[in-house]
């Protein structure tokens, strides 16, 4: 359903200060070059600044230091117009407020517990033991096992599994086949092949957690895989058993990190990045899109990277095979001095 | 069901000349080597010329050209055997017509409409305001959500999620549990965390794409992501918000794109690529496997790479400890260059 | 349900013998560090020695070998303590065992056969001509496509979907949201863009395989993907159309195998590997975390690598731009040489 806001009621809602007409009706969100009348705009990098002048918005967040070069469009004026675009999307998020609601082909075990508010679309299945805490959205055919908890106001978007014993906090948003719970890589050698580490852990998952689409996180083998508050995790994204993700950090799609390694909070990870396993992160350590990080990093604040860089395939195939030569290149560079040191000397 | 076709009815579905018996029975397709009586098999690389002398294929499909060295089987002469191979194949699908039929088990939405001919799977659930084309497969357990579209003759396979808002074109295939919708990964940093920009874009898929199974195709955060016609995707590749893949691209699988990056039509990039985002790739460009995009490719058919390439173990340890002294090296070499010519001079 | 043993009946479970009070009750796993009373523990890592002094388990797995230095806690010798604590796991397992069930939601088509002692969870789809064994495991929402077979005491945990023709050996464990038998990625390339090359052939899984969440294995182009037994297969990963994984491989996360290509039996692949298309790769091959492979691997028991390793931001970008420059510095370094020889000479 199209929602529609005065420019008042966002301004008071991102906190910001009207410039202009408040009473302006705001249908959408857009950005300064393909705004239409009724939209909303923001300007928070200074390089768009000149998209102000043929913008079509009906009104603009705007830093509160900037001096305004348009005067036939409204201003919300914001601290940080970025934060405010972000407060404001919130207003015309496409779904819908939850609202109490049992589909009849869902399945609800007779002794799980489902809060009067949740909704539980068609083909959920809930097992025995779990509890749905209030205002909850269970998608269609999500699947939670037993002895789950599912804090308040979460959403567990269609196709989402959540194994036994695993418990996700308040407020948080998991995508559309995720799979939480699954067992860990833990497999001994024998004689015979690999025998199974049973995974006897679970997973707990703090509040305010966004989880990607077709995100893993696996159980622990003996005790907990954790995800802290505030954490936020793309598509795509392999979290082995025993992990524990820092409070607020970021991970970035198709991005795999191995058993018992922990990163710290306000860490950054970029896209593809692998962390090896028994780590340890310091807080804000940030790497670089489809680095390893085969080594803990102790201090915090560190920006870690591995790979070659971007390059012409052709140039790129001949320092290829020099990488090959490197160390006899090393050595020949080392022999060299020593024999213009003789030379000279 | 085991499907058979005389040699003329394959001949002239793949637009080729039948040499021998056109009344011949074909009941497979099969390569040279593992062919069976019965089967049809092909010539596409010279390198395979001599299985030609000891297939059991009952007919070979062949370049017009070629100097048939065997008189006991049948051939099927076409300009392009590789395409006339893709042409055959189609006859075989262990995919049945679709035929019209509402899964008892599937809940559509009293005001979702839904086409006569399309095939509505156990399990599946069909939001509201959403359409499904005719001639559509939706496989069992599919959610789609609201304000949907479907075109004619797409294949949703089991599992697949349609967030709201989502348009698929004509004569899609979309692979099990792949999800197209889910959110981007967009947040505004504050002090309290990371700030939810809330996604309010959609999906567009255009005609005649295919998508891989767990594949993720996230929804724009103002206007759509977008994927155009006869692009073919592979599996558990992340394109994410904004992004634009270009006509007749092919992304192999394990690739990750990231926010607002436009790929060039009829561009390949192989498996786990990694592509950083707000780039423009020029039409045709090619990224060799597991290389990292990070700046825009501004000629069409540039080939780029990244990486070291393949080595033993032992040998690439002492490289990559080199690797990390490459700018020393760089600055020794230099220095020698000088002294040898003050040496020499 | 919580599960108690005596020590007796684990040391029976495991082989081993009981050094102390064989009636003492067990009723968890846990690490030395972390355990509680009541808790079995296990020394596999010599490191970890020095906790068995302060442990609070109530036994531990220990070598034969070992001179307990504790007198107060209970012992059970074993020759492998890491394969012992790996068999003592499956005593404590979350998973109850199978019992005969067919929830009403699951819709079985009339002509697939489920044996007696199979449980068929809510929301699974089980196609036409496909046959389930004794005490499989077919968790929710599940689709089971026709004329497969799954072997006696698989579990297909809830997600999980089977294309048409794929047929998983006995006693496997396949994870959430795993597709089997997906098209693999063929296309021809033709005037008007990609044609599709129909995927006829199937999926032939082993014996005793694991295999993650939300993994893909592709079906065949003409004949089947295989995965032969005892392998072992992380999340996150794909396996292309005719690829075939020997016997007892380990394949971690995130990694990807191209079409065709042939990986030896006991091989490991650790994460985020990336294998190029029509190689093979002798038995015992190991690729350590994000290597590309782009040719086959002929001796048994070779580690392969490529990459540059982790290392800080700043200095990484500094080698990455002399990365670029390797082949006019390994020319430099040969021009040197002829200087410095003619200088001596």
């Not at 913008?55 to 601290?79: G, H, M």
């Not at 049973?198 to 509040?207: E, K």
Request: aromatic share 6%; proline share 3%; glycine share 12%.
């Amino acid at each position: 359903m199209p929602k529609h806001y005065t420019l008042s009621e966002i301004a008071q809602h991102v906190g910001g200060q009207v410039e202009g007409d408040e009473h302006l009706q705001i249908a959408g969100l857009s950005t300064l070059e393909s705004a239409q009348s009724g939209n909303l705009s923001f300007l928070a990098n200074p390089r768009y600044a000149k998209y102000l002048k043929s913008t079509n918005a009906t009104a603009v967040l705007v830093a509160e230091t900037l001096e305004p070069p348009k005067a036939d469009i409204a201003y919300i004026r914001v601290p940080n117009p970025y934060l405010a675009y972000a407060k404001a999307s919130a207003l015309f998020d496409w779904r819908d407020d939850v609202t109490p609601h049992v589909a009849t082909s869902a399945v609800i075990h007779c002794e799980a517990s489902v809060a009067p508010t949740a909704f539980i679309a068609d083909g959920a299945v809930i097992g025995t033991g779990s509890s749905i805490g209030e205002g909850v959205y269970v998608g269609p055919n999500v699947t939670i096992g037993r002895y789950c908890h599912v804090g308040s106001g979460t959403r567990l978007e269609a196709g989402v599994v959540l194994y036994d014993h695993v418990n996700v906090g308040e407020r948080c948003l998991i995508h559309s086949n995720a799979v939480l719970g699954a067992d860990g890589f833990g497999f001994a050698p024998s004689a015979n092949g690999w025998e199974k580490i049973h995974q006897l852990g679970g997973v707990r998952i703090g509040h305010g957690v966004e989880i990607g689409a077709n995100t893993t996180i696996d159980r622990g083998a003996l005790s907990d895989t954790v995800v802290e508050d505030g954490a936020i995790i793309d598509n795509l994204v392999q979290i082995a058993h025993n992990v524990v993700i820092g409070e607020k950090t970021a991970i970035a799609g198709c991005t795999g990190i191995a058993g018992s390694t922990k990163i710290g909070a306000r860490s950054t990870l970029a896209g593809g990045v692998g962390v090896a396993g028994h780590l340890v992160l310091a807080e804000k350590t940030h790497v670089t899109a489809m680095s390893l990080v085969s080594r803990s990093v102790t201090e915090p604040g560190q920006v870690v990277s591995s790979g070659t860089g971007q390059e012409g395939h052709t140039s790129w195939k001949r320092n290829v095979v020099r990488f090959k030569q490197l160390d006899s290149m090393a050595k020949r560079i080392a022999l060299l001095e020593q024999k213009v040191e003789n030379i000279s000397s």
